[in-house]
């Protein structure tokens, strides 16, 4: 609906009683004025909310702030909630943002919007709603509603933000208030809201949240004084009002602002002598203004009259007027003389809104709600299903109609059925799945044709798959039920109930369902997407009670693949990632990884999801080319913020690209990436795998850092020590609790943990330690009092490694590996880390491999190789955010008598001009002997060029002439 441009009329009757409210108001708007007497202030912004019940002058309060903040120019945004509109998803957004845009072309606007167009116009009902399977998520909705509102802030300060009505207001527009009002502050904008705290609906967590804000109660509006019911009297009765009557009109209203002018009005209508012989007439009188009184009062307007006013109840606010008189069944001349009857006995008015069309509107909400509670329940039915027909031959869409549907009685109608089902894809579209859910499952009830009960299923149960997994699966599994459905639609719901499955810890059934399904199915197309989804969900079920041969299967799958389809590019990159994880060579994942990715893979196709592109991303990282890792991920993070996709998927995406940060020892940005996926994982929900994603890769960097205590601090208050989860995480949850145990040096509860995670991840065949370094860390746990076991486990841990076949965990493995041999051999191991991580994009494990390396080194005697190790060392540990290893390596150098020199960090992307040399003829082929002959150098200065190449580029060797030509 649009929004009405002029305040209802108001009672020309002052403010009695509530001065501190009106001080409160105009000090928060002057305060946006940013000057005071003593010159230029920032401005100062804030919430103010007030709370009555019925009738305490709210409204009139709320006025007054609109009235003195737009005298002062302040820009002013306005809505109401309503009691029939409270179920219409943005009906308040709509109401506070359409007047701004409403004077704009449609390309101003989508200039104005910007990216954020497709996302927020929906919502702000500026666009229909485009068709398609993806939609916004609520957060995305809700964070492009952030940067409208800033951006009108910034433009148009200062802003005031008014919301009366709010235990009406829709649940979307509360929830994005109430996360936005933190901000209030920082903007110089004031939000003032007022409400009935009584009737905030039990599930309105969000407004009880806002009323309280920090701690601070809402101003209470009390009931006025008898002095106060005396002045109002006596101004509109006349001074001569008695003290009898005047309580008396007191005692009656109970205080109540708007029952005392109602009361005091109507009296004067009927000429009542406000004298002490006049209090039955007042009694009498009393009665009419409110409930049945005021139910009988309309019925005595006529026949006509009582149907327009049912109607505008119905209805709600801001209908114009030809559409209420439609539903009434009138033409125009009694349209108009209802209009002026019901205006005369102060019932409802007539606005204009921004289309200059004439609307009705209740003098109060107490009015419309006692009209619409005395409709005859049969005739109520009735005029919403004409409201809804109206509305949609009106050209206002099933959204707007589709509130009315749900008060019909089921009746097996298709229209009301396509209506409901139209309704519930825009509001997907506009990111409030809650109102497409209401809106489905009213049309299951209708119900649909037999025909169609399958696919309104299928659409109920998708609404669901986020919110309510289990209900989807039910929903789902009826679906599946329906007889004779459709190839495609079966297939499809096949794949929303897997992933309904696998969403709710259930991988074991979905695999089930997907073998079955696809052993039915007649296209082979059918059969290898089915086989594809089964591989992704095995691929991380916990209790897989066969993986290797899972794996062997998807092995001799992939052989014959090419890569034609999405279907197959998919297969070839689960195998990229399964071969990954049983330390097959790094060559055979890296050959599935180019065949998935060339003919490309998408994000954000919803029945294909984004599980794969993300494994095979990870698979590049732990392959050594960690920059084509990033690369995928920073376009996953694009993708998704463009389609309005900010929850969940998002938070992965973040958390992936920290990790890969982490991988490459860039410890600092890891961190900030990390933080930012866990705050967005922890707006969707607690105990979610893209908290325990976060969670994990938050504290492996903290201990990277060494920022011990913060670490565990997070594990102490996200519960990693009260139990993993089933599905494969990475890193693993139980192999990270051990490192972070082994960091405080508790050895014993360290091998136990590592020991467990070892022994799970073993019988699943994932051996790979570049995935999981349990092996390594379990080597040092036991190095302190088992050191010959700690030795075999380090030496088995360097097979891995060198099976895997990357520089970087080669190094990391034999830097362990050192940790376990005697001095002599530890500085043997520890040079051909170096050497191994100097050709690797791994900058943290480098540095700490040239610090154990200098350490080693000066323990048999050789301090000036130590002093180039342990400088080099501080140095990279310092541009990597490592600050406890760098702390440790300037208190060695001290100890040694050796003075840290200046550091030379550069935290620079680009190549130097020795470095983008070294890097083309190694690009080349050239080893770093013929490098070093070439340049006219030495092999030590070469190599420590391409470590700088490795790590600027994210790559190793082989990777070096993609990263170059990109």
Not at 656 to 665: H, I, T
Not at 920 to 944: C, F, H, N, P, Y
Request: charged share 25%.
């Amino acid at each position: 609906m649009s929004s009405v441009t002029e305040p209802r009329g108001e009672t020309t009757h002052p403010l009695l009683e509530r001065e501190s409210e009106v001080l409160d108001i105009h000090r928060a708007v002057d305060e946006l004025r940013g000057s005071s007497d003593l010159g230029p202030a920032a401005r100062r912004g804030g919430v103010l909310t007030f709370a009555g019940s019925a009738g305490m002058g709210k409204t009139t309060l709320l006025y007054e702030a609109r009235r003195y903040a737009a005298e002062r120019g302040w820009t002013v945004l306005f809505a109401r909630g309503g009691e029939q509109e409270r179920q219409v998803p943005f009906h308040v957004m709509r109401q506070l943002m359409q007047p701004t845009f409403a004077a704009m072309s449609e390309e101003e606007r989508q200039t104005a919007l910007g990216n954020w167009y497709p996302i927020v116009a929906p919502a702000l009902g500026l666009t229909a709603s485009p068709q398609g399977p993806s939609a916004p998520d609520p957060q995305g909705v809700r964070d492009g509603l952030d940067w409208v509102v800033t951006q009108l802030t910034v433009r148009s300060a200062p802003v005031v933000l008014v919301l009366d009505d709010a235990h009406w207001a829709d649940a979307e527009s509360l929830a994005w208030l109430t996360s936005f009002a933190g901000r209030a502050e920082e903007l110089g904008m004031v939000i003032m809201v007022a409400c009935r705290q009584e009737e905030i609906p039990t599930d309105a967590a969000a407004l009880r949240s806002l009323m309280g804000r920090r701690g601070a109660r809402p101003h209470e509006l009390s009931p006025l004084t008898t002095g106060a019911v005396a002045r109002i009297v006596r101004e509109t009765l006349g001074s001569g009002a008695d003290d009898v009557f005047c309580r008396e009109c007191w005692a009656i209203s109970g205080g109540n602002p708007f029952e005392v002018v109602e009361l005091a009005m109507k009296g004067r209508e009927r000429g009542l002598q406000p004298h002490q012989d006049s209090i039955g007439q007042l009694r009498d009188l009393a009665s009419a203004v409110k409930g049945n009184g005021l139910v009988e009062r309309l019925e005595q307007l006529g026949p006509s009259t009582v149907r327009f006013a049912w109607a505008a109840a119905v209805l709600g606010t801001a209908v114009p007027t030809n559409i209420v008189g439609g539903v009434a069944a009138l033409g125009e001349a009694q349209v108009a003389d209802s209009i002026e009857l019901l205006r005369g006995a102060r019932i409802l008015t007539v606005l204009t809104n921004m289309r200059r069309q004439e609307v009705v509107e209740f003098f109060h909400p107490l009015v419309a709600t006692a009209v619409y509670r005395s409709i005859p329940p049969g005739v109520r039915v009735a005029m919403h299903g004409m409201a809804a027909q109206a509305l949609i031959n009106d050209g206002y869409g099933a959204s707007s109609a589709a509130r009315h549907l749900l008060e019909m009685h089921p009746e097996g109608d298709p229209w009301v059925v396509q209506q409901l089902r139209q309704a519930a894809r825009d509001s997907f579209s506009a990111g409030a799945p809650d109102a497409a859910r209401r809106y489905l499952t009213r049309a299951l009830r209708e119900p649909p044709d037999a025909e169609d009960r399958a696919e309104v299923l299928f659409e109920l149960g998708s609404a669901n798959l986020l919110h309510d997994p289990l209900t989807t699966i039910n929903q789902l599994q009826a679906a599946l039920e329906e007889p004779d459905i459709e190839s495609n639609l079966r297939e499809a719901i096949t794949y929303r109930l897997a992933q309904a499955m696998a969403h709710s810890g259930r991988l074991e059934s979905a695999s089930e369902l997907l073998s079955e399904e696809a052993r039915r199915a007649t296209s082979a197309r059918t059969r290898l997407r089915m086989q594809a989804e089964q591989f992704k969900w095995n691929s991380v079920r916990a209790d897989e009670e066969n993986s290797p041969a899972r794996s062997r299967l998807l092995a001799q799958f992939a052989k014959r693949l090419t890569g034609r389809g999405l279907a197959e590019r998919h297969i070839l990159g689960l195998r990229a990632w399964d071969s990954t994880l049983r330390c097959e060579p790094a060559a055979t994942a890296l050959e599935y990884a180019d065949q998935a990715l060339e003919g490309g893979m998408s994000w954000t196709d919803q029945d294909f999801g984004f599980e794969v592109p993300a494994v095979v991303a990870i698979a590049l990282m732990y392959c050594d080319q960690p920059g084509r890792a990033e690369e995928l991920f920073n376009k996953g993070i694009v993708d998704f913020e463009l389609k309005g996709w900010r929850g969940a998927h998002l938070s992965f995406l973040y958390t992936l690209l920290g990790y890969v940060r982490y991988r490459r020892g860039r410890l600092v940005e890891a961190e900030d990436f990390v933080r930012n996926g866990l705050e967005i994982a922890e707006r969707i929900g607690h105990d979610i795998p893209a908290q325990w994603y976060a969670v994990g890769t938050l504290i492996e960097t903290l201990i990277a850092r060494g920022n011990i205590e913060e670490a565990e601090e997070v594990a102490r208050r996200y519960g990693l020590a009260n139990g993993f989860p089933r599905a494969i995480v990475y890193p693993d949850p139980q192999a990270v609790y051990g490192k972070l145990l082994l960091a405080q040096r508790r050895f014993g509860e360290a091998r136990k943990q590592l020991t467990a995670a070892g022994r799970r991840l073993d019988l699943r065949g994932i051996r790979n330690p570049s995935w999981s370094p349990w092996q390594l860390d379990l080597a040092l746990a036991e190095a302190a009092d088992a050191p010959k076991q700690a030795a075999a486990t380090a030496a088995e841990a360097v097979a891995r490694a060198r099976a895997f076949g990357v520089p970087s965990i080669i190094g990391h493995a034999l830097r362990v590996e050192a940790a376990t041999a005697d001095p002599t051999r530890a500085a043997s191991l520890l040079h051909e880390a170096v050497v191994h991580l100097e050709q690797s994009p791994a900058a943290y494990e480098l540095a700490h491999a040239l610090v154990e390396h200098g350490t080693a080194l000066y323990a048999i005697g050789d301090q000036h190789q130590a002093a180039q190790q342990l400088y080099r060392g501080m140095e990279a540990a310092t541009v990597c955010g490592a600050d406890a290893l760098a702390s440790r390596t300037r208190t060695l150098l001290a100890a040694a008598g050796l003075r840290p020199r200046r550091l030379h960090t550069s935290e620079q992307d680009s190549l130097t001009v020795s470095e983008t040399e070294a890097a083309r003829l190694a690009a080349e082929g050239l080893t770093t002997a013929a490098i070093a002959k070439e340049m006219r150098s030495d092999a030590q200065t070469v190599s420590e060029l391409l470590s700088a190449v490795f790590t600027k580029l994210g790559t190793d060797r082989n990777g070096l002439r993609r990263a170059l030509e990109s």
